[in-house]
């Protein structure tokens, strides 16, 4: 039976108990890592650098943390924060959709169809916040309130950026609701 997160957290803040810590490492680093290759554009090694980052910084920033949101949601934020700065200093830029290696046969396939091209044509004619809200919505499964926190926009916001971004696609994939 797996310690909560919360005892975890606990026990990092009141011991510096750094087992509980890597507890926590290893409970989240695979989805950190592929989430991280999407702010990275696909880059491993820099994707890999950006979630030891977050780590480091959520291990010095745990005191911190309020629980009003989950701790995975946190992290996020972290990262995303991170990786927002080098966006700024132009050092990575906004992603594809691959999110890892294990799929990436099955990706080349994907791309075969005409409907995956599309599509993602047009996510790339979305703007940045309304590509990451509909990527954290309908890709990632996270709630509104967890993107919006995630994003650290309002939650009217971020429901703003998913409803112009979906109204966009809408219009320019049109052509597949005739084929249909």
């Known amino acids: ?31 950190l890592r592929v989430w991280a290759r999407r702010l990275c554009d696909g880059d491993a090694h820099l994707a890999d650098d950006l979630a030891q ?9 745990l005191g911190a943390f309020r629980a009003e949101a989950k701790f995975s949601t946190w992290l996020y934020r972290i990262a995303f924060n991170i990786a927002a700065n080098r966006w700024r200093g132009k050092k990575i830029q906004w992603c594809e ?8 046969s ?14 993602e044509a047009a996510m790339q004619q979305l703007s940045a916040a309304q ?5 954290l919505c309908f890709e990632d499964g996270f709630s509104h309130d967890e993107a919006a926190s995630i994003m650290g926009v309002p939650l009217g916001t971020l429901k703003t950026h998913v409803a112009r971004g979906k109204q966009k696609l809408q219009t320019l994939l049109a052509s597949w609701s005739q084929v249909a």
């Open 131 to 135: 590509q990451l809200a509909i990527r």
């Open 1 to 31: 039976m797996s310690v909560p997160d919360q005892e975890l957290i606990a026990r990092v803040v009141a011991k510096k108990d750094q087992h509980a810590f890597s507890q926590l490492v290893l409970r989240y680093q695979s989805q």
């Open 106 to 119: 099955e990706h080349c396939e994907l791309k075969q169809f005409d409907a995956k091209r599309d599509v």
């Open 97 to 104: 959709l691959d999110d890892n290696e294990d799929v990436e």
């Open 53 to 61: 980052e977050t780590f480091i910084k959520a291990y010095a920033a």
